[in-house]
């Protein structure tokens, strides 16, 4: 059951080293136009959007010809901004998600809480450092901006898998997957689902 009106966010954040421009529907069918200048990341977000079924319109520019390290964390502080401005004040939603996606060899387990207190556990070992020319360990500080901006509680772990795409697209379909069921309107909840009465 989806909450009517849509939640949907505007977020634009400009810097010396970047610019990202993100809007986002929570409430969507998994259609997304993504240009971040970072093509595996690009393919990442969309599969996110896709099995999550939010609708996700993103282009960013940054200094890439020094390091991807400042656009993609500026992306992960972006999308944690729409996150939490599309969510709004969480009443009526199930706020906890668990998604476990298999991805041939690999195997990814998502465990999240919209509770407000951003923290990650990323469990994620690679013998493989790099897909072409992107560094796999900035997907762990992609995850750390977007959980300090979306007051995410996230727990990423990963008991197996050599394929480093195989990995890493295992994780952001289960998250899209894991938030996806924790967003979920449920009528039963009234107000927030929290017995202090606020998230």
Do not use: C
């Not at 407000?116 to 790099?130: A, D, E, F, I, S």
């Not at 009528?187 to 927030?192: Q, S």
């Amino acid at each position: 059951m989806k909450r009517a009106p849509t939640r949907e966010s505007s977020v634009e954040r400009k810097t010396a080293e970047t610019e990202v421009r993100i809007k986002l529907n929570l409430d969507g069918t998994g259609k997304s136009e993504v240009n971040s200048s970072l093509p595996f990341l690009d393919h990442m977000l969309t599969l996110w959007a896709k099995h999550g079924f939010f609708d996700l319109h993103l282009k960013s520019k940054g200094d890439i010809e020094i390091d991807d390290h400042h656009l993609v964390e500026d992306i992960g502080i972006s999308l944690g901004r729409a996150l939490a401005e599309a969510i709004g004040d969480k009443k009526g939603i199930k706020r906890y998600g668990v998604a476990f996606v298999p991805m041939d060899e690999a195997l990814a387990q998502v465990i999240l809480d919209l509770s407000g207190r951003p923290y990650l556990v990323y469990q994620v070992n690679l013998q493989k450092k790099k897909i072409k020319t992107f560094d796999i360990d900035l997907i762990e500080h992609f995850f750390e901006a977007l959980v300090q901006k979306s007051g995410l509680t996230l727990h990423i772990l990963v008991p197996y898998g050599k394929n480093p795409h195989h990995v890493i697209e295992a994780v952001f379909k289960a998250l899209g997957k894991a938030l996806d069921q924790a967003l979920q309107v449920d009528p039963r909840i009234k107000g927030v689902l929290s017995t202090k009465g606020s998230l």
